[in-house]
């Protein structure tokens, strides 16, 4: 059974540093690009940044391009997300996923597994 596991999330303010991170168990990890998407209640699920497998082509969402950073670990089984000068728009909910998609970006119903999420909360 594959799991992802979310952590790090919290409560930081305007200006402010967060790593997240992404523990993934029952799959062959190498062979799954990752992805982060966040949420806000009443607001569409939102793409934030991609990883491929091998970690040599990254892809982030304009509002974030400059600020978060994407990155893996595939001996670990895990792929983080570095968030620096946090606004409070980037207050949401964060998820990782994976998909078997080994050179581009996946379309959101490309992605096969989805973590819980972890909060992140950014004051103003």
């Known amino acids: 059974q594959v799991h992802l596991v979310e952590s790090g999330g919290g409560l930081v303010q305007a200006g402010g540093s967060l790593r997240l991170s992404c523990a993934a168990s029952?799959?062959?990890?190498?062979?799954?690009?990752m992805g982060w998407y966040r949420q806000t209640p009443g607001k569409a699920r939102e793409w934030v940044a991609t990883?491929?497998?091998?970690?040599?082509?990254?892809y982030y969402a304009d509002s974030v391009k400059g600020r978060f950073t994407i990155s893996r670990d595939n001996a670990k089984n895990r792929v983080y997300l570095q968030m620096v000068s946090l606004k409070p728009e980037d207050t949401a909910v964060y998820c990782c996923?994976?998909?078997?998609?080994?050179?581009?970006?996946?379309?959101?119903?490309?992605?096969?597994?989805w973590g819980q999420g972890t909060q992140v909360t950014v004051s103003s």
């Open positions: 029952g799959l062959t990890f190498s062979r799954y690009t």
């Open positions: 990883i491929t497998w091998s970690g040599s082509t990254t």
């Open positions: 996923a994976a998909a078997p998609i080994p050179d581009r970006s996946p379309s959101p119903d490309e992605y096969d597994y």
